[in-house]
């Protein structure tokens, strides 16, 4: 299916041309003849692909968490590597829930360039019914992930109590907000990446029985 | 000086017209004359107020945070005329800092006109050193003072020991940055503000040594 994958490709090569405009300056009052000229191309033939900003910002952001899942499933692979030579004798679940979260962090240009296609998603979706639903779909899944695996650190007997008699959905649910509220101040130049990820683990650390 | 206020009172009225759109619709792409056009001003006149969007948007900003200030005030001073009258017997410090938090989430019409323009704001800060330098100021000196009213709670033996232990500035910096994130998921209608508050007080909850 040439003619699939070229579209797909034209569509990822438009988004990456949104992202460098979200990178560079914001996408605020940027207008999708602003993106053509990025991309190179007519607002014609973008229009082919992209209807709307928001139809474009979509695709942008969706790609956005592809990458992010990526990026997360390279670091837990890493991880998973040295379990398996036996580098680290740590249980996997906490580990893997400490880099999902660390992955969501703005800690290197790749996560920072997502964070910042965030920051514009977010300042639109605010307004826009249909932006908001991908997060309402997204989030809820992201908390009952992360929530089970809270529940397998639990069974091993790693969590601390005043932990695990929160429902695990709910911690989740801090553990992400959290962070989003970390990688803010990363993006506000409040605190780096060094000193937002030493707060997570902070965090982290006093949930786990051994505090480690 | 009569000259002054009115002054300032227009600047407010005009602060005022940004509010309404960036409730309404957001800022993206919304241009001074717009603004001009929403306070049933002339351009000209705006501009004699504010030259830049930027700079409506940094008066704009302060104007939500004094707003905000007066909002934490009015609930930390009811709390504190509920103590003086015997109906509560809770310990200040942490009632200070459970209303300043939760005065920070989008909870009612006023807190979440303040946190869309606080959304608009953020979206163009993350480009823009200069409205960037509003964050970096504000924000470590909330953690300040958050982090003396734990030190408060913990010399009043309040404060459980593994909260104890981390720098008060740092527990302060996570408290904000979960308030931080619990709103955005607010404006996103991932969550209610009810469960947004229950979040919030489940982990100030876990941080004081009678759990409550």
Known sequence: MPKKVDHEARRQEIADALWRIAVARGLDGVSLRDVAAEADISLGR??????????????????VSARADERIRERIEAVAG?????????????????????????LDERSTVGALVGAAYFARAVHDE???????????????????????????GGLRAEYADADPKDEAMRLISLVDGLSTYILLGVHSGETALGLLDGQLERMWTDGR
Do not use: C, N, W
Request: zero cysteines; proline letters at 7%; a negative charge.
């Open 46 to 63: 973008l229009q082919h692909y992209f209807r709307t900003k928001d139809e474009m910002l979509l695709f942008a952001m969706r790609s």
């Open 82 to 106: 040295a379990v398996a030579e036996g580098v680290l004798a740590v249980p996997p679940p906490r580990i893997v829930l400490r880099e999902v979260l660390a992955g969501m962090l703005p």
């Open 130 to 156: 249909r932006l908001q639903a991908e997060a309402r779909e997204g989030i809820p899944g992201l908390a009952a992930f992360l929530g089970d695996l809270l529940s397998r650190v639990h069974e091993e």
